[in-house]
């Protein structure tokens, strides 16, 4: 069993920067693959980000040149770099890994861009 926690999200301006976190923990098989997704208000949720077991990355165009994805594998967590937010990017961010068959989630963070 993994457990997925989020953190890092808050209200930011536009034009701001923000570091998700995702911490895993229990039986994870290394390396693995996280994905780092987004649910705004009234949509579907998509793929932002992906880091894949070998360490490539992997981009929306609607983040490619301002958010970048990384990992420590000591400490079992993702990162996602938010920069040059905008209004758009307002959503709540769920991280997802895949483990031996399974896939995992995370409980999400709010990121709300607003002036």
């Known amino acids: 069993q993994v457990q997925l926690v989020e953190s890092g999200g808050g209200l930011v301006q536009p034009g701001g920067s923000l570091r998700l976190s995702c911490a895993a923990s229990?039986?994870?098989?290394?390396?693995?693959?996280t994905d780092w997704y987004r649910q705004a208000p009234g949509k579907q949720r998509e793929l932002v980000a992906t880091i894949t077991r070998g360490g490539s990355t992997i981009y929306a165009d609607s983040v490619k040149g301002r958010f970048t994805i990384s990992r420590d594998n000591a400490k079992n967590t993702v990162y996602l770099q938010m920069n040059s937010l905008k209004l758009e990017d307002t959503a709540v961010y769920y991280c997802?890994?895949?483990?031996?068959?399974?896939?995992?989630w995370g409980q999400g963070t709010q990121v709300t861009v607003s002036s």
């Open positions: 229990g039986t994870i098989f290394k390396p693995y693959a």
């Open positions: 997802k890994l895949n483990n031996l068959g399974a896939t995992y």
